[in-house]
């Protein structure tokens, strides 16, 4: 079982920037690792992930404002978010899943990002 903490959210005027920490308590080398995120009266969406040779996908919504990343070494994945918008207002979720077999699936507890004007 992988747990997943993540840090990082704050409160941020609208253009500003944050990022975004999750650290896995164990190797996530082989895991597919993402950002989701989930407004007020909204489902949880997904931002971005990254499979386990590198490529990154992203939702059009964030594409060329966030950067993903992560440090396997350090079991940790990071959001570079810049540029941020009103509508990036939300809790930030770090998800790590692997199939071996079945589907393995964690979750972190989440981190607000509240973007003012």
């Known amino acids: 079982q992988v747990q997943l903490v993540e840090s990082g959210g704050a409160l941020v005027q609208a253009g500003g920037s944050l990022r975004l920490s999750c650290v896995a308590s164990g190797n996530i080398a082989n895991y597919v690792m993402g950002w989701y995120r989930q407004a007020p009266g909204k489902q949880r969406e997904l931002v971005a992930d990254s499979s386990r040779g590198g490529t990154v996908n992203y939702a059009d919504s964030v594409k060329g404002r966030f950067t993903f990343s992560r440090d396997n070494a350090k079991n940790t994945v990071y959001l570079q978010m810049n540029s941020l918008k009103l509508e990036d207002t939300a809790v930030y979720y770090c998800?790590?899943?692997?199939?071996?077999?079945?589907?393995?699936?964690?979750w972190g507890q989440g981190t607000q990002v509240t973007v003012s004007s």
């Open positions: 998800n790590a899943r692997v199939r071996l077999g079945n589907l393995y699936q964690y």
